[in-house]
C-alpha cells in the first residue's frame, strides 16, 4: 500500500471515530433533545410523583417549550391544557386560582396544572403510560372506552389500533421524545 492510500484510510478512520464521538456524547444529545424550564419540570414532578423526562416529552410533542401557544380547539400554554380542565385541576388540587391568561402565558402553572393532570391520568390508568399519554390528548373518558371495548389494549407495540390519528401520532411522539430523553438526560 502506498504512503497516500495509508494516509487516506488513517483519515478515513480517524473522521470515522471523530463523528462516532460527536454523535454518542451527552452534550450532542442533550444539543439535538433540549430540556426548557428544567427546574420548574423537575419539582413539579416530583410534587406530583410523574417522571419528569415524560412531562419534558409531552412540553416537546405539545409546544416545544413556547409559552403562550393556543391552539385551534382553544388548549393553552406550553402543556396545551384546555380551560375547563384547567378549572377543574385547580378545584380539585386546591391550586390557588388563576387567569387563563396567566395559565396561557406563564409556564410555571401551566406546568403545574399539567404535570398534576398527568398525575391523575396515570393513577386512572394504572400507572399505564400509554393509556395516560393517549387521554392527555383524546380525553380519558374515549381512551377508557377503546380500552374497555377492546379497540386498543394501551400498549405501545399496538399503537397503531388507536382509531384517531392525531392521538396515535401523539402517542408515538410522546414515546419518541420520552426515549431521547431517557438516554440522554440519565441524570434528571
Do not use: C
Request: charged letters at 25%; proline letters at 5%.
Amino acid at each position: 500500500m502506498s504512503w497516500l492510500r495509508k494516509k487516506r484510510v488513517l483519515l478515513l478512520l480517524f473522521v470515522g471515530f471523530v463523528i462516532v464521538l460527536f454523535f454518542n456524547s451527552s452534550w450532542m444529545g442533550k444539543w439535538l433533545y433540549p430540556i426548557h424550564y428544567q427546574e420548574p419540570i423537575r419539582n413539579f414532578a416530583i410534587m406530583y410523583e410523574v417522571d419528569p423526562l415524560l412531562v419534558a416529552a409531552i412540553i416537546r410533542v405539545e409546544s416545544n417549550y413556547k409559552p403562550s401557544r393556543e391552539s385551534k380547539k382553544g388548549a393553552l400554554g406550553m402543556m396545551q391544557v384546555m380551560p375547563d380542565t384547567a378549572d377543574w385541576v385547580m378545584e380539585k388540587a386546591k391550586l390557588p386560582r388563576i387567569s387563563m391568561e396567566r395559565v396561557n402565558h406563564e409556564p410555571e402553572p401551566n406546568i403545574q396544572i399539567g404535570t398534576w393532570y398527568l398525575k391523575t391520568l396515570l393513577d386512572r390508568f394504572d400507572g399505564n403510560i400509554f393509556a395516560a399519554v393517549a387521554a392527555y390528548n383524546a380525553g380519558p373518558t374515549v381512551v377508557a372506552r377503546w380500552i374497555d371495548n377492546d379497540v386498543w389494549d394501551g400498549r405501545i407495540e399496538t399503537a397503531k389500533k388507536i382509531p384517531y390519528g392525531e392521538t396515535k401520532h401523539y402517542v408515538q411522539r410522546v414515546v419518541y421524545y420520552y426515549n431521547k430523553y431517557k438516554e440522554h438526560y440519565s441524570d434528571f
